[in-house]
């Protein structure tokens, strides 16, 4: 079956500081893969996804960036991270297609101070 | 654009009730439907994928009707459990995949 990681689950950073959250995906190839957003009080906002290695679309500007290096990792970065940047990060893989169906990791709490 | 509208935003109902959550949507040009579940501080996890050919589907106590014509889908929960007590989320698929911004549901004892 298809399990996805997510690391790590709890981050602290201070402001100007980097960012690098893992997402891993098992038990399936070439996934599409996504970054998720979710703010406090606010639904979910798409960020990245990748429907291959080294292929990124972005649908949000701003000082994140996202890149696959492997068939089934995903990572999301920042050379300096903002106050509005915390936040809920949530990875998921879908199969793509018509189907379309997604499953999430459990996600990243980021708070920036 | 499309626009996922869920509601009520929150809902509490004693233990036992059966209960209909709605989500409705503005662009019936969709793939699929999928309904998830979170727990505070938790990732989501899939309840029930309904794809556009498709009325309904079930799993256990719960079971989403799709109407895509009239833009509209209901999860129903069967008597109701406090486990059950979580964020219930809709999510449509069409050019790209759009969420709902919630329904929070409290079982009380």
């Known amino acids: 079956s298809q399990t996805i990681h997510q690391w790590p689950a709890t981050l602290v950073q201070p402001v100007g500081s980097p960012l690098s959250l893992e997402c891993t995906v098992e038990g399936t190839s070439n996934p599409n893969l996504y970054w998720y957003r979710q703010a406090a009080g606010r639904g979910l906002q798409l960020l990245f996804y990748?429907?291959?290695?080294?292929?990124i679309s972005s649908e949000v500007p701003q000082n994140l960036s996202a890149s696959r290096p492997q068939d089934r990792q995903f990572i999301l970065s920042s050379k300096k991270l903002l106050l509005s940047d915390s936040g809920f990060y949530l990875c998921?893989?879908?199969?793509?297609?018509?189907?379309?169906?997604?499953?999430f990791g459990e996600g990243s709490r980021l708070t920036v101070l | 654009k499309q626009e996922v509208t869920q509601i009520p935003a929150a809902l509490s109902v004693p233990e036992g009730e059966n209960l209909v959550l709605n989500c409705s949507f503005t662009d019936s040009a969709i793939y699929n439907l999928q309904w998830f579940r979170q727990d505070p501080g938790k990732g989501l996890t899939s309840l029930l994928l309904i794809q556009s050919s498709q009325r309904e589907q079930t799993s256990g106590r719960l079971n989403a009707s799709l109407d895509k014509s009239s833009g509209r889908s209901t999860l129903y929960i069967a008597a109701s459990q406090p486990g059950d007590s979580a964020t219930y989320l809709c999510?449509?698929?069409?050019?790209?995949?759009?969420f709902g911004g919630g329904t929070r549901l409290m079982v009380k004892p």
């Open positions: 999510a449509v698929l069409g050019n790209m995949l759009t």
């Open positions: 998921a893989w879908g199969t793509g297609g018509d189907t379309g169906e997604l499953f």
């Open positions: 990748s429907v291959g290695i080294g292929q």
